[in-house]
């Protein structure tokens, strides 16, 4: 009678300590195929076209490639256009060039980085507002104007090169105007340049 009772408390002993550690080695699987199926983080970058591009907008050398000569010259025209200065072609950079986007690239939203000073998320800063842009006319008009005043050497080409932006600096720190380079609605007023319609709406 002992040794029939010795067998079933052993066969019960043995049989719990077996279904104890099937569950424990059927659950460590789930971990690691929660980890594959993770989506990947896009990255936005330019492609040769655009950066050939943008070269040519900055007459700079049309290599194709980012090079440090470029990127520092992409800097500065991220600091002078109010985007950060990370000295890459990135989605708000080219979209204030004016470049074409490709499919692919309009689907990666807005970085929030890529703006100066901006802590927005990236879905504000694509319901930015119009951007305030001085036309040819217009920008003919202030060249032959710092041209009189001597503050400005080049001829009236309606474009917005390097040589204009430091005559319209000179003019801004001689008229109380805050030093951006750019032809702003406060610097065409100060400079007595009509306005469009759709200028003095912004």
């Known amino acids: ?6 067998v079933i408390f052993m066969s019960a002993l043995f049989g719990v300590s077996i279904n104890a550690q099937t569950p424990a080695a059927t659950a460590t699987p789930i971990p690691k195929a929660q980890a594959e199926s993770k989506p990947k983080r896009q990255t936005f970058r330019a492609n040769k076209e655009q950066i050939t591009q943008a070269q040519k907008m900055m007459k700079a050398t049309e290599t194709g490639k980012m090079d440090d000569d470029f990127r520092a010259a992409v800097k500065k025209y991220q600091s002078e ?8 072609l990135n989605r708000s950079t080219l979209e204030k060039m004016n470049i074409a986007l490709t499919d692919k690239q309009k689907e990666i939203p807005v970085s929030a980085s890529s703006m100066a000073g901006s802590d927005a998320k990236s879905t504000d800063a694509k319901k930015r507002g119009p951007v305030f842009r ?3 006319v217009q920008i ?4 032959k104007m710092l041209k009189d005043k ?3 050497d080049g001829e009236a080409t309606g474009k917005l090169d390097d040589a204009t932006r430091e005559g319209i600096r000179k003019f801004q720190t001689a008229n ?3 030093v951006t380079g750019t032809l702003n609605k406060e610097t065409l007023e100060k400079m007595g ?10």
Do not use: H, I, R
């Open 134 to 136: 001085a036309n040819k």
């Open 150 to 152: 001597t503050m400005y």
């Open 193 to 202: 340049v009509a306005l469009t319609d759709k200028q003095k709406e912004m």
């Open 81 to 88: 256009n109010g985007l950060s200065p990370t000295g890459s």
């Open 1 to 6: 009678m002992k040794k029939l009772l010795f």
């Open 140 to 143: 003919m008009e202030v060249q």
């Open 176 to 178: 109380g105007v805050k």
